[in-house]
């Protein structure tokens, strides 16, 4: 997690996928999470960064909500987002890996594994996707299981499905 005392900034608006918080450090975006409201996204945000100064601040990040609007619509703009990541190196790796997968394609949670070098990792990898506090930018949902089948997301299946959906026609 982050460091105690770090200025974290955040707003909460509504999106086509739901109520969202965006939030950022000085370094970049540390969350992009979904909620049903904004008093769940809030809560969210205090346990996730429970050692942190939290302050609303809609007009700084209004360019922010705008980069990750429009990557939801044209996912092709994620690499362009400036990122504040906060997990183990081991979540680093594939946090960064989901980011190279194109919009549109899927990847299931083993062969995930086995392109960071980790083939017997798929557990892990798994928990990982679960722990990405960054909704749609780190693209948790474009992991499937080996069948194909949509599986869990922390953000609910039908999220999930919706941002799939809108890749495949982009």
């Known amino acids: 997690m982050s460091k105690a005392s770090t200025s974290i900034e955040y707003t909460v ?3 086509h996928l739901g109520t969202l918080l965006v939030a950022q450090t000085q370094l970049g975006i540390c969350a992009v999470l979904f909620a049903e409201s904004a008093a769940g996204l809030k809560e969210a945000l205090r346990k996730i960064f429970k050692n942190n100064i939290l302050i609303e601040n809609n007009d700084a990040l209004q360019a922010n909500i705008h980069a990750v609007s429009r990557a939801v619509e044209n ?10 990541l906060h ?8 946090w960064q890996a989901l980011r190279e997968i194109p919009a549109g394609n899927m990847i299931s949670y083993s062969l995930l594994a086995t392109s960071i070098g980790q083939p017997k990792a798929a557990r892990a990898v798994a928990s990982a996707c679960a722990a990405n506090k960054i909704a749609v930018v780190i693209p948790c949902h474009r992991v499937v299981r080996n069948d194909g089948a949509l599986s869990g997301y922390r953000w609910g299946v039908d999220r999930k499905r919706m941002l799939l959906e809108m ?3 982009t």
């Open 13 to 15: 608006t509504d999106s």
């Open 75 to 84: 996912p092709r703009l994620l690499h362009q987002i400036k990122l504040d």
């Open 87 to 94: 997990g183990t190196a081991f979540q680093q790796r594939v």
């Open 167 to 169: 890749e495949a026609k």
